[in-house]
């Protein structure tokens, strides 16, 4: 009974253990989990001892270290984990046995379905705004390779490499010039795999328009037809361009395909001013600096003008010399009427003479003053007779 005891106390020392480490999938693939199982035959008389497991990888010992677990999950691997394994079983402290190792081979997934995503959406940016490109795989295990490209030729951007199946490229401030083709490509080392072609388009906001106005020097007759020209030197199409004399909108002009746009104006003398135009594209507009035009009367004109307004008084004149003779005449058929025979004095005709506007020698302008009847006391009417002066011939007046 006590040689019994004692040779179950020396058991774990005198008679080694049989171990044998497999694992489960043999050939996993990268980035998923891999169980290692540490079997375990001991001789009959020694099938009670407690033992305790341990598993290595090249003789690197993996967490948790020693445990009572003849099994350990391996969460991932990745092919640089394609090494040897092994487990070793202990009792009492010591060692009773040892596994041979075993290689796992970890299979690499090619990376596959590339494909390349703008930030903003659909590759629409303004100039001067950040533009992000995403090169995404569906697919691929291990460390991946990012490259991106512009244009059909190929011009390198960017190269990254990182563990993930998602990289970006930024462009912090795009110019006009970035509008482009691109594409990306993603390699794990197993042959590179190429995104579609994703079009960019910058779009740049208007700069300040130039106003011309098409009469030499900015000055106008009236009777001129005037041009006013407004464009602006940069910024995407469509543009909308308006016009202005001061605050006043005279009118606007599209330019669809960009450039510039025209308004026509017939002068007349209340154009005179100063005039501007402004650009708009959308993304916010632009004023330019104000024009002023003057318009001038030639001084032939201003006679004409001056004669039109002579005419006017004269002919206004006229009217009122005959509603007072009007009233005169009534004023005497109510006296004759109320004072039966009272005197009255014969009536002188008025000077025959007259001035016409083809006159050789133009006559003075004078009042003439006739008595034509005495009512009675000492009320007296008058006729009031008006000469107009001569018009000048219109040879004279050229």
Known sequence: MLLRLLLLTCAPLCEPAVLLLTARPPRPTEGTAVTLMCETWLPPQQADVQLQFCFFRD???????????????????????SVSYRCEAQAAGSTVGRSKPIQVQVQRVSV??????TRPPGGHVVEGQKLVLVCLAAGGTGDITFVWYKG??????????????TAEFELPAVKESDAEQYYC???????????????????????????????????????????????????????????YRGDVALGSSPAPSGGGASLNLSVTEEHSGNYSCEANNGLGAQRSEAVTLSVTVPAGDRKRLTLVIVEGLLSTLGLGTAALLFCCWLKRKVGRRSTGDAPRSPAVPPPRESTYFNSAVPTQTQPAYENVNVVGGDEVYSLVYHLQQARPSAAGTA
């Open 59 to 81: 003789d690197r010992a993996l967490e948790p270290g020693w445990s009572r677990s003849p099994e350990l999950q391996v969460s991932a691997v990745w092919s640089e984990d």
């Open 112 to 117: 596959y379905n590339v494909s390349l995503e």
């Open 152 to 165: 059909a030729l190929g011009l390198t951007l960017e190269t990254k490499t990182q563990r993930s199946l």
């Open 185 to 243: 490509a993603a390699d794990n080392g197993r042959g590179p795999c190429l995104s579609g072609l994703v079009s960019v388009t910058v779009t740049v906001p208007v700069s300040r328009p130039v106003l011309t106005v098409g009469v030499p020097g900015a000055r106008a007759v009236p009777g001129d037809m005037l041009q006013l020209r407004c464009e602006a030197p940069r910024g995407s199409p469509p543009i909308l361009y308006r016009f």
